[in-house]
Antibody
């Protein structure tokens, strides 16, 4: 069965960095685009970034462009999110999600999330 | 960016009730509309895609309709597991955007 497991969250000061990981299993990881979606405490869902199956194409929400970097290691079936220059407003649960094979931008499987708290 | 607006933001209902949530897009998204359910403390779960197609394993009491800019999620005969927050999402145009959510509470 499809499984996505995020890790790497924690408490960090403004301006610092964190690297999030999403270990996957149960599907052909190298064949799927993958996303990060976040949710601030008590708030709604916000798409953050996507990476193509081979890692060559990446897109970002304006709010994180230039600060966050998505990457993947298809040999390890793992997705990453490097979060730099963190701001208070980046505090959120970060979910990795698989892109549906039928249409880009549809999230058919989600991980359980990893919490990033930016606080001084 | 395409704005997605859901209503109501919160609704109170009882077991067995029929519940309807609406979602409006700020521009035509054809039928590229998904609905997700999020139970407290859990990840979102895909319920419906392409406005009205039920994801595998989702109970048939869930249904979706609409096209263009106006969409509806209906839950027939509300069950205890259905008390959750529901989000619509457009995947017509990048960047993909979500509605603000609709919380279904126990009356």
């Amino acid at each position: 069965q499809v499984e996505l497991v995020e890790s790497g969250g924690g408490v960090v000061q403004p301006g610092r960095s964190l690297r999030l990981s999403c270990a996957t299993s149960g599907f052909a990881f190298r064949s799927y685009s993958m996303h990060w979606v976040r949710q601030a405490p008590g708030k709604g869902l916000q798409w953050v970034t996507v990476i193509s199956p081979d890692g060559t194409n990446k897109f970002y929400a304006d709010s994180v462009k230039g600060r966050f970097t998505i990457s993947r290691d298809n040999s390890k079936n793992t997705l990453y999110l490097q979060t730099d220059s963190l701001r208070l407003e980046d505090t959120a649960m970060y979910y990795c999600a698989r892109d549906s094979p039928f249409r880009g931008g549809l999230f058919d499987y989600w991980g359980q999330g990893t919490l990033v708290t930016v606080s001084s | 960016d395409i704005q997605m607006t859901q209503s109501p933001s919160t609704l109170s209902a009882s077991i067995g009730d029929r519940v309807t949530i609406t979602c409006r897009a700020s521009q035509n998204i054809n039928n590229w509309l998904a609905w997700y359910q999020q139970q407290p403390g859990k990840a979102p779960k895909l319920l419906i895609y392409k406005a009205s197609s039920l994801e595998t394993g989702v109970p048939s009491r869930f249904s979706g309709s609409g096209s263009g800019t106006d969409f509806t999620l209906t839950i027939n005969s509300l069950q205890p597991d259905d008390f959750a927050t529901y989000y619509c999402q457009q995947y017509s145009t990048y960047p993909w955007t979500f509605g603000q959510g609709a919380k279904v509470e126990i009356k």
